[in-house]
């Protein structure tokens, strides 16, 4: 008996085409271009890691014997312990010990804590939660380079995306993204809610938002990005429904479940808002008339900058002027919902944290996208890439000798 006698409102003729028709949204449909494309950005994210841990290696063993504290769990790989510090030494002490809280010093609840999370987690499989955390920071970072691409590439093709792709890997700052730091997952998140968002898949948007603003508080200001998404169609006679609404709250869901175990745990909600004031001096610290005197410093004494602080303080004057035309960029060519949150993350970037911001733009994921479709090529682009690498390298080989980098 034939299938047509057996289910005769099935049109059994035409399930092989549903099945191809629907192969597209069960994975990527990648034309040979686009696996020549991802092999090739594998293989540069293979090749710069090797070059910023062979870098870190040198530069650990030239620092002076007390720039790093010994890390019993690598026992002899003292290679690693620059990457389990800063930053990184407090991620790993929620994963091994939880939170705790000084109101009048630095404390670990300054930190957000679905990294940590994560770290904890896959610790119960490793064993060693210096070797987890970079795990998943790698592992993350992977991720947001490779979403990055597939994000560029419906919006101006593979060869703008895999220059995107590129420049994440080679940014100076980048060397954050594989240390036991939050950069590289939250870079992840907040590129999957922005890509969701740029589909219409607004409560997937959200409950990436919501992830995102778990792994670090810049996340929250996805909620806004979206909420404009809302206001836009309304303007348009689409009123917004209940689940829309209710994914335009997810990111602020996301920062407020945080803030509830604060309050239950320690008694302050904001007690992460202390720890970073108290202890890491965080506040609005934005003085436009040094601002300037200290560009005018820059730009008058370019061919005297013979030391690493001095270059230090120029990338952090340049790279505000660069954010900020990128992010214009970002309005005209991925429109109003990505270029909110550029705005808003550059903007909080700039007047919280103004030594740091090389590491802050790494949030601008949106920044990243438009590098790669409105960047230079040939000859010009090739000399930009090779001078950012250097500066990565230069960075890395400070931080690893326990220099501030961001």
Not at 204 to 228: F, Q, Y
């Amino acid at each position: 008996m034939q299938l047509k006698q057996l289910f005769p409102a099935v049109d059994v003729g035409s399930i092989p085409e549903r099945l191809a028709a629907s192969a597209p949204r069960r994975m990527w449909r990648l034309s040979l271009r686009d696996r020549g494309a991802l092999t090739r950005i594998l293989g540069a994210f293979l090749l710069t890691r090797l070059l910023l841990y062979v870098t870190g290696a040198l530069a650990v063993r030239m620092a002076p014997p007390n720039s790093w504290p010994r890390i019993t769990s690598l026992g002899k790989n003292f290679s690693l312990v620059p990457w389990a510090g800063w930053d990184g030494g407090w991620y790993l002490s929620i994963a091994e010990r939880g939170y705790w809280f000084d109101p009048h010093g630095a404390s670990n609840v300054a930190f957000f804590p679905l990294f940590p999370l994560l770290v904890r987690g896959v610790a119960a499989l490793t064993g060693n939660f210096v070797a987890a955390g970079l795990l998943v920071a790698n592992l993350a970072a992977l991720g947001a380079v490779l979403v990055l691409w597939r994000w560029v590439r419906a919006e101006g093709g593979s060869a703008a995306a895999e220059r995107s792709a590129l420049w994440l890997m080679i940014y100076p700052f980048s060397l954050f993204l594989h240390s036991i730091y939050a950069e590289s997952l939250f870079f992840l998140l907040a590129t999957l809610a922005l890509q969701a968002s740029a589909r219409d898949r607004r409560l997937a948007a959200g409950l990436w938002g919501a992830l995102a603003a778990a792994t670090r508080p810049m996340g929250v200001l996805l909620a806004p990005a979206l909420a404009w998404g809302l206001w836009r169609d309304y303007r348009a006679g689409r009123h917004p429904g209940l689940r829309d609404l209710i994914a335009v709250l997810l990111p602020v869901a996301g920062i407020g479940a945080y803030m509830a175990y604060l309050w239950v745990a320690f008694g302050d909600p904001l007690a992460f808002w202390t720890a970073h004031a108290v202890g890491w001096r965080v506040e609005l610290q934005w003085a436009v008339a040094k601002y300037w005197r200290e560009t005018y410093w820059i730009l008058t004494r370019l061919v005297r900058l013979h030391t690493y602080a001095h270059l230090l303080e120029a990338t952090r004057i340049v790279l505000p002027v660069v954010f900020v035309a990128l992010t214009v960029q970002v309005f005209r060519r991925l429109g109003a919902i990505p270029g909110i949150y550029a705005a808003l993350a550059v903007a909080t970037a700039i007047l919280f944290a103004p030594a740091s911001v090389g590491r802050e733009f790494l949030a601008v994921t949106p920044a990243f996208a438009v590098m790669g479709l409105s960047g230079s090529r040939g000859m010009l682009g090739e000399a930009l890439r090779f001078f950012s690498l250097g500066l990565l390298l230069l960075f890395v080989f400070a931080f690893a000798s326990g220099r501030f980098v961001g």
